[in-house]
């Protein structure tokens, strides 16, 4: 929880910037297709589509592919090595590209108030077509889950929060500092297997330069396709 209270407070820092500071909103649709499951005994893996619905929900945004490979230390931490391709599309222009590599912790915190807090630590490395600067971010996620029905995971109430924060600064315009915050609350809902749906509303509040801050108002669908 205090990494949650950090985040929180960074997002009160930016909140409070100067009144000259202009705040630009937006409503966007975010889908995410992501499989994952066992390739061998502890050895896992993940891969996720995602494309993202911008401007008023009227054009594609940004699209993401990701993937990663994974060991599970014990049944409630494992870690990761992954890689992520972004792609922006320019209107009139040439796409703009981001490569990522990252390493991500996943852990199960505990079962606290009948429900589950989990946690996911995730540390990139990012390179952009529009400059030659690596950038290094880190990301700080925590989710809690529990179910409507006591005895039951057909629905769960779903909130998480995730905090992002630049480590240096690069030609291609990161800044070192807090750079977003993203917050959900929703629903997961069972599918047959382990499969789930989560659907619910994501607010993203980004730090852009100049003070300048964007705030993405988000319908999230989110399947998770495990096997």
Known sequence: MRRLALCLSACLAVASSPADAATREDEQFWLNLTAMGSIKDELVYFAEIQPRIGDGMSRVDQSLFRGALGWKLSPTMTVYQGYAHVVVPIE???DLNEER????LN??????????????TRLEQRWRSDGDDMGWRLREMLRYEKPLKPGSDAVNALVYAEGFAALDDTDWGARAGFDQLRSFIGAEIGLPGASTLEVGYLNQLVNQRAGNTRINHVASVTLFFRH
Request: glycine content about 24%; cysteine-free.
């Open 92 to 94: 009139g222009g040439k």
């Open 101 to 104: 590599s990252f390493q991500q």
């Open 107 to 120: 852990w199960t915190l505990g079962k606290p108030w009948g429900g589950e807090l989990s946690s996911r």
